[in-house]
């Protein structure tokens, strides 16, 4: 076996599973073909399940830091205000969901602090290394790579396409990218200065005769620019004079000058999804293997959480048990159709004019993504997402189920358990207020987990290490 794993792309994507390897002891390389690393906003919203992986993966606190909560947008039809919008309204954290909003970041500063904590295990990106092509066979994969005039040959156990819409693995696997693209429509996204704009909220202009029909600002964090989304009229260019006649024409204002756009984009409605996940040993995610509108900010989430899928189940691959591979394309293959079908959706709506076209609902937080067979019709069955809980430690100090659970073990319950715990795995054994067990336990001091497990005395959840339940017993 060849010990390493090779990951095209070091996009949001390909860091997380470099992660995801890392922290497992894999030696892993990852290459991009860019020579810098990228700088503008693109995927900003970070969804509520996304937060989760990010605690487990230890960069929570750096992406909270560096974020905020979704602004207040301040609506402007033909000049005159009309009133404030949210895009979703904020929700009270419970014991089950810690962290129920959507939070704010641009895609640089998101890909900048995995960066850092991947060079934690001392691995870091390749820049300007291109993958030219790639053969298989029964035990690994050889790659050839170009960095500069020079060529490597490069052996890897799997390859993984986390390369983007315009994937090479893809291609040279010669999977169909199936979907459509609307040449028809073509949106103008983009990183700006506005400093006569407050920073603290987001805006959205549009004449009094179309308010759908518009552009919006909305405030980038760390800094005073807004990300730029507006329709591309004719085949006008992605200039900084074109946003500037955009915004003259759309808000009736003459004082708003632009200034420093250090990102643009022409977007059009491309909607597709690989015909398969896998082939051999080369796998794709992201948007390698399917591509989204922006409406609904589901793409960076779905790439991020198809490598925490895939993290753990090669990681028991390199280490003997290839059994659990096949699951990763039956499992994300599903979920990346079904989130196509929501972005889609959004989309329709906004070309549509609803006025509800900005709303963002639960359907797009990814918290209820499961992978449970559908027979299974039990409240919690495995496939599930594993809620959290507040509870107490063996010492009575406030501990949550997501402390047990981060890390890269799968973690076994033992509900009302007090005699001895199995061994040979993360387990614990959860109890009532004034009992003790004889191993590691933990105090469900206000019956919080019992309930968002369904537990009984006797009840046992297995937790995989990606946060779903592998089995209820």
């Given amino acids: 076996m060849h010990e390493q794993v090779l990951i095209a792309g070091a996009g949001p994507t390909g860091l997380t599973l470099a992660l995801e390897l890392a922290r497992r002891n894999i030696p892993v390389r990852i290459i991009d073909q860019a020579t810098e690393f990228f700088a503008g906003s693109r995927g900003d919203g970070i969804q509520p399940r996304t937060l989760e992986v990010f605690d487990d993966l230890g960069v929570l606190d750096a992406v909270l830091a560096a974020g905020a909560t979704g602004p207040v947008m301040l609506a402007y039809l033909g000049g005159e205000f009309v009133g404030e919008h949210r895009m979703w309204d904020p929700i009270e954290p419970t014991p089950a969901v810690p962290y129920p909003n959507g939070w704010v970041l641009g895609q640089a500063g998101t890909e900048a602090i995995l960066r850092d904590r991947l060079a934690d295990f001392d691995v870091r990106v390749e820049l300007g290394t291109t993958l030219r092509t790639f053969t298989q066979d029964a035990t690994g994969v050889t790659a050839i790579l170009t960095c500069g005039d020079a060529d490597e040959t490069v052996r890897a156990a799997y390859l993984i396409g986390a390369d983007g819409g315009r994937s090479t693995v893809r291609k040279t696997l010669g999977i169909a990218f199936e979907g459509s693209t609307d040449e028809s429509l073509r949106m103008l996204l983009g990183d700006v200065r506005a400093d006569a704009l407050d920073h603290a909220f987001g805006y959205w202009f549009a004449g009094a005769d179309r308010p759908m029909e518009g552009i919006a600002m909305s405030p980038l964090p760390g800094g005073r620019q807004f990300q730029f989304a507006a329709p591309l009229i004719d085949e006008a260019e992605p200039t900084l004079a074109v946003l500037q006649e955009y915004v003259d024409r759309y808000s009736g204002r003459t004082d708003i000058t632009l200034s420093e756009l250090t990102w643009v984009t022409v977007w059009r409605p491309n909607i597709r999804l690989a015909e398969r996940f896998r082939d051999g040993r080369v796998f794709l995610a992201g948007d390698a293997a399917h591509v989204h509108p922006p409406t609904g900010g589901q793409g960076m989430n779905t790439g991020i959480q ?64 499961s992978y449970r067979d559908p027979a299974d019709l039990g409240p919690l069955v495995a496939g599930d997402r594993a809620p959290d809980a507040p509870l107490k430690d063996m010492a009575g100090n406030p501990i949550r189920l997501f402390d047990l659970f981060r890390g890269p073990h799968s973690t076994l319950l033992c509900f009302g358990e007090t005699g001895e715990l199995p061994t040979g795995t993360e387990a614990y054994a959860v109890v009532r207020p004034g009992t003790t067990a004889a191993g590691r336990y933990v105090v469900d001091v206000e019956g919080h987990a019992f309930a968002a497990y369904h537990a009984v005395d006797g009840t046992r959840v297995e937790i995989r290490p990606d946060g779903y339940l592998a089995r209820r017993d």
């Fill in 306 to 369: 198809d490598a925490y899928n895939l993290g753990w189940k090669l990681a028991a691959a390199m280490h003997g048990d290839e059994s659990l591979l096949h699951s990763y394309e039956s499992e994300r293959r599903t979920v990346a159709a079904r989130v196509l079908g929501i972005s889609s959706a959004l989309l329709d709506k906004l070309v549509d004019g609803a006025e509800d076209a900005m709303r963002r609902g639960p359907e797009t937080q990814q918290l209820d993504i």
